[in-house]
């Protein structure tokens, strides 16, 4: 190597050829270097794995290889076992031709190694998961480049927005960096919200401002459609009228409330409940109740609330399709055995999706799957519709909440969700790349939204209502 990480490998001459774009190139010994700034967005996303092959050196390294002396862990010195590995990061690094730190990054038996090497978790995992193979310059699909290991859009990805290494702290658009842009400010505690071709409609929860809000998709003076609401967590709207919450949910006093879109006199459709979250179709109003764990649904005309089906725990959210409500069940029957649920909109028999979640929270679906976010575990997992293999679609997430599904009629099918963090809250998508960051530094992102064109998410601690590019 040359001469360890305070040594600029362009001290070695001719030797540091860079490989795969910016993301590697040989030190002067033949090993294969990686950046060692650019695997954070890998290490949440991509699974844990235990063997790998070492393309870098050509070297099939399975833990059967392992075993019988196959594989060497440093081509230079043989090894044993991971836990015989003794990587220090001043002996694995140097500085590249461009002045930033790379490391060699080949660890197969990942999980062995980390479970030895606590300390080096986020540096080495990152890296193996992300970097172990890279993609030439020339050979990604069209419209896509290569950064590195990855192909990437460069018009969408914030983190390459427009060219690798780019990052936008906001949405990329058309290979510029956009910043999220505030509807509307000065909000009491937003929280649940809906949007339809003309406007965005929201929820203030606060104590000394609740009430059911209205602001055009491009902005302009919020508007009250209903003032003086408490405990409106629950929302949803039709062509015509916004429904929601008031009440109490803990003391089982939430009543399911219709009100004009225009504004005007509110009519109550049931009380006695103690719903967080609501969905509507062109029949009826939606809601599971956090106290009895009911399913329960009533006429858009009001009439007497009928229950679909009952529950084991706290029912959290619900969405609905036009076959079938889906519900988020927290402490089902233990506060450690969440679970994901359906029930014909007609009623019936209650089918559990799964039964090991451990506090799932929003729920979305679409013609394919049914989608959920669970805040205590970090996870967006999804199912396929009719059921299915269970896919974690992102881990490592800080306290998702809300999450929505691009409309049907557009291509890829896309997820969105927001981190809840105070401060330090994100809204997030994912198609077919990777999970990405679309907005960051936000202040409790509560809710989601999305149209064709954009997402629209509320920031409960920042009382604001945001919009960006989907």
Known sequence: ????????????????????????????????????????????????????????????????????????????????????????????????????????????????????????????YGLVLGFLTCVPPGSCPSAFTSCGSTCVDPLNDPANCGTCRNACAGNCVNGECVAPVVLASGQGAPSAIAVDATNVYW?????????????????????????????????????????????????????????????????????????????VDAANVYWANAMNGAIMKVPLGGGAP????????????????????YVTVAGAPNASNGQVVQVPLAGGTLVTLTDVEDNPEGITVDAWNVSWTDINAGTVKQEPIGGGVIKTVATGQTAPLGIAVSPANLSPN??????????????????????????EGQNQPWAIAVDATSVYWTDSYGGTIMKTPR
């Open 306 to 325: 009928v229950t679909l089906a009952s529950t084991q725990g706290a029912a959290e959210a619900i969405s609905i399709d036009g076959t079938n409500a």
């Open 1 to 124: 190597m040359c001469g360890g990480s305070a040594q600029n490998v362009a001290a070695c001459g001719a030797c540091p050829a860079r490989g795969c774009d910016w993301g590697a190139f040989a030190g002067c010994d033949g090993m294969v270097f990686h950046r060692l700034t650019d695997f954070l967005a890998f290490w949440t996303n991509l699974a844990m794995q235990n063997d790998f092959v070492n393309v870098l050196h050509g070297v099939n390294c399975t833990s059967a290889g392992v075993a019988a002396g196959e594989c060497n862990y440093d081509p230079r010195t043989p090894q044993s076992s991971p836990s015989d590995v003794a990587y220090s990061n001043a002996d694995q690094e140097l500085v590249g031709p461009d002045g930033l730190n790379y490391i060699w990054t080949y660890i197969p038996n990942v999980n062995s190694w980390i479970v030895a090497n606590q300390e080096h978790n986020a540096l080495l």
């Open 203 to 279: 929820s203030n929860t606060s104590a000394s401002g609740g009430a059911i809000m209205k602001v055009p998709l491009n902005g302009g003076t919020p508007t009250v459609i209903v003032p003086a609401v408490s405990g409106a967590f629950g929302m949803a709207v039709d062509s015509a009228s916004v429904y929601f919450t008031s009440g109490s949910a803990s003391a089982g006093t939430i009543s399911i409330v219709k009100a004009p879109l225009s504004g005007g006199a509110a009519s109550t459709l049931a009380t006695g409940q103690s719903a967080q979250s609501l969905a």
């Open 414 to 439: 896309t997820l969105y969700w927001v981190n809840s963090a105070t401060s330090s809250g994100t809204v997030s998508r994912m198609s077919a790349e990777p999970p990405r960051f679309i907005a």
